[in-house]
């Protein structure tokens, strides 16, 4: 880093300014990006490792408690998935022109603020940082605001917003308006600080740490790919903080979470006693596992190829639904015994209530009085069993059934229960039914008949009598505060098979048929696979199959699982014929291209659907819907040629 960056102070218990950690950020974009026709990307990789490492190296020790998770939030802001601000763009920009009291006005001062999407880059703090330098001074404030300040800050504004997962303090008629807390988040910071800041609470840094490598779009799509950077990733910020992180990671993924068990690692080593051991790498209710990868499974002989030398692979049926991390510890009080993750690590524990039941029931523990009357019925009057399970984390798809077909239902149904079974803010009124009944509750207007199977408009998907959750259980974590991240996927599914209770129509474990390779790919074990995908996909109609190796970990790098379903298999997906309807800026894309928003990166695609009116009658404009978008597929190249076309 240049001589120009600040020393921190040792006078202030060694905290680390807002302002300082913007510099790096700021360390992070003078490193150029390399052309395509360079060698490739190992030598960017160096330099923006020995920034950070620079930049740790700078901090006086030792620091304030808790700085280790400050300081992943505010890197990895995208990765705070509690945090919701509740705040894009279009109303930050509103804020922050009453806040630096700027007019927004054409030709004024504050213009750049609305119409940040028109800039080169689409960056609002970009537009911010501008706005700033023209009254700068030049002069850092020395400390103000700390990361620490600067965090409680943000905790406080996530606090004002509904889709937040904190618990705050403060009570809710004594909490600030978000405008007084965003006038304090900016006090005192650099014009770039601001600029940070901004993108913080946007949740990416991306346009400030790489920008586009070049102002032009054929030079950014073409010159340059996608190892012009090589952007900072949590393992290897985690490398540099602490050797220890990335190994904690894996069965704890929250990276500030992670980060505090290494403070308290350290401050536990340093005051033990010999013969004493913490095993800090064991799974913790309530934080979430890494979720293991997929690798796409391309052909039947490329799936097994990546698992050869196993003894036997288990082709374990992928069901059509939504993933849930489950821990449950019945050592709490009853309203906080069950926590669910998704996928992204959200925590939707509220959102997926309706589980709740459905989850105790499946541990052989009685769901209670309000449970689904399918469930207490097929439960029937027996009581459960004594159950030795005090806490476990599983895995589960979670899926629709339709007691009708008495079958697994279609995808799309779940958002429809979803929203009529959530607590809090993400639940949403059912549409009311045009007819009294249970199997007439359609988007359409048409009545249908009892006949009707799932893949009719029954219903519009909400929860009732005929429609509800099934959990499709297909691995287990932890038992009773043991680990089973490092015992064989043969072992694990004995287990949860020991553990779960299946109930028709809400609980199940996940289908599984064993293909012996005896440590070699043949013939016959290739034969068994694809008549297997094909009994499952076409006859089942289920979204795919997973190979996982008997002996594997769970998340063995060495053995993944492999997911195979029908789109990814040639002559095996849909071909259909549809037409570009419009185009647009994804930011999201955008970033990933490095290209600013007069960048086509997205696709609207669809058809006309009145085709046959349109022929009959010259006079019926034709209709047009647009049914999917696109962002990949297209090299740099053909994506350049596809936006010169269309420009």
Known sequence: MDGAAIRVSTCQEHVIPFNFFARL??????????????????????????????WIARLDRPLPPGTGAVLFRLLFPCEDKDRKYNLQESKLSRLLADIFVVDVGSGKRGHRLSTWQDSDEGCLGREVQMILMEVYSGEDHPTNPTIHEADSLLEELAATSPWSNIKFSTPSPQRRSAKRILSDLYRDLTPFGAAVMTQVLLKDLRPLAYPQPAASMSASLIDFNSKAYEEITPHMAMRAWHPKMCYLYKTNSKLDAVADAVEKLESWEASVQPGIRLDPFSPMVGVPVEIAKCVQGHSYSYALSRLVGSERVYAETKYDGERMQIHVDFSQPASSQIRIFSKSKRDSTQDRIATHSIIRASLGIHPGSKAHEKLLERLGSSTARTSVIHSAILEAEMVAYCELSADIDKFWRIRGILGATARGVRRRAPRKAKYDSDISDSEDETRFEFSETQDSLVSN??????????????????????????????????????????????????RSLTIGLGGSQSSASLERLQQHFRRETEEYKEEGIVLKAGESVYNDYQKPWIKIKRDYIRGYGDTLDFVILGTGWSKERGRELRVGPSVNTTFHVGCVTNMAEVKLQRSVRPHFEVYFTVEYGFCRDSDCTLVDLIQ
């Open 25 to 54: 950020i700021e360390e992070f974009a003078k490193v150029k990006p390399q052309r395509a026709t360079q060698c490739s990307a190992p030598c960017s990789f160096r330099k923006h490792i020995d920034v950070l490492d620079s």
């Open 461 to 510: 998907g909400t929860a009732s009598e005929t429609r509800h959750f099934m959990l499709v259980y297909f691995d287990i974590l932890q038992l009773n505060g043991t680990s089973l991240l490092r015992r064989p996927y043969e072992h694990r599914r004995f287990v949860l098979k020991q553990v779960i209770a299946p109930v028709t129509g809400f609980t199940r474990i996940a």
